[in-house]
């Protein structure tokens, strides 16, 4: 497919998005973008994006376009894009707003779901991705270059929202409090912060060939430091701990999607 890709949104994730693709040799003179917010399309600017004048342009000018509103800002862009978009794809990233709302108001374009994850701007996001048809193969290319694609329902899509797109913001807390314990135990912050990225990366490649006690059994020795700091785990209680916080998000996550359910349409 010849890429002519359009972003309207160009927020955290229009940004994190078109800079993944700029990474993989994607030319930014094919990616058109629009935000409302003038300082957003001065930034674009600076990465050699091209600049529409509206959504509208961004739709004529692009055969695949990123939706990367907020999900109240979705059904009003799609509506301003409803008499253009026909044989289009239109792929939404929004959280919260369903594939057949979005569809009732894009009848003709070839509407999609993804589900990203912030880390798409240095080509490692993880991507749900909801299938419907024929376009299916062209949503899936564009998304390779920005990371990990899966494609599922989208009731798992829904819920990947929280447990993949949510938890780059919990994992930063929770490399943060690593890196608080670095520099108690008198690591410089620069070394912490290396070490814990490198960690965090370095555990993520060895879980795609190994099992979780496969890892843990070839660190800890008997009697050794490791058994006693897995040990502190269990008697803080530090894993029911955030088994029972991640719980609770869940279901109150649940809740906002049911009452989300009947707000957007
Ligand atoms: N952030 C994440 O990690 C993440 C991950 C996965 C999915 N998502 C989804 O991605 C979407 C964007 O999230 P974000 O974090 O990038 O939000 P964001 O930083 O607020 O970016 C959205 C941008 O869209 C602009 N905008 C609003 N209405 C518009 C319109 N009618 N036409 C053109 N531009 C318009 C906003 O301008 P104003 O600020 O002036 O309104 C803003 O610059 C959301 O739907 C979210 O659910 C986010």
């Known amino acids: 497919m010849n890429w002519n890709i359009g972003i309207i949104g160009f927020g955290r994730m229009g940004k994190a998005i ?3 693709l700029i990474n993989k040799g994607i030319s930014s003179s094919s990616i058109i973008v629009y935000d ?3 300082l957003a399309l001065q930034y674009a600017k ?3 994006l091209r600049i529409a004048s509206s959504n509208i342009e961004v739709a004529f000018q692009s055969n695949i376009v990123v939706l990367a509103v907020k999900p109240n800002d979705v059904i009003r862009v799609a509506n301003e894009l409803s008499s253009i978009a026909e044989d289009r794809i239109i792929i939404s990233i929004a959280a919260l707003v369903s594939y057949k709302t979005i569809k009732n108001h894009l009848s003709k374009s070839h509407v999609y779901r993804a589900m990203p994850n ?3 701007e240095v080509n490692s996001g993880f991507i749900a991705l909801t299938p419907h048809g024929e ?3 062209d949503v899936e290319k564009l998304f ?3 990371g990990d694609v899966v494609w599922v329902d989208e009731e798992t899509l829904d819920m990947l929202t929280l ?3 949510s938890t780059p913001a919990l994992l930063a807390e929770i490399a943060d409090t690593f890196i608080l314990a670095a520099l108690k135990s008198g690591i410089p912050y620069a070394i912490a912060k290396r070490a814990i990225s490198s960690l965090f990366k370095g555990v993520g490649e060895l879980l795609n060939i190994k099992s979780l006690s496969d890892i843990r ?3 800890i020795t008997p009697r050794g430091v490791t058994i006693r700091l897995v040990e502190k785990f269990y008697t803080y209680d530090v894993k029911s701990k955030l088994l029972e916080a991640l719980s609770h998000s869940i279901e109150e996550y649940l809740s906002i999607l049911n009452e989300t359910r009947d707000k957007y349409k």
Do not use: F, N
């Open 18 to 20: 078109a800079t993944g």
């Open 36 to 38: 409302k917010e003038p």
């Open 46 to 48: 600076t990465l050699g």
């Open 118 to 120: 912030i880390a798409v």
């Open 135 to 137: 376009r299916d193969s």
């Open 144 to 146: 390779q270059y920005l």
């Open 163 to 165: 447990i993949s797109a």
């Open 217 to 219: 059994d070839s660190v």
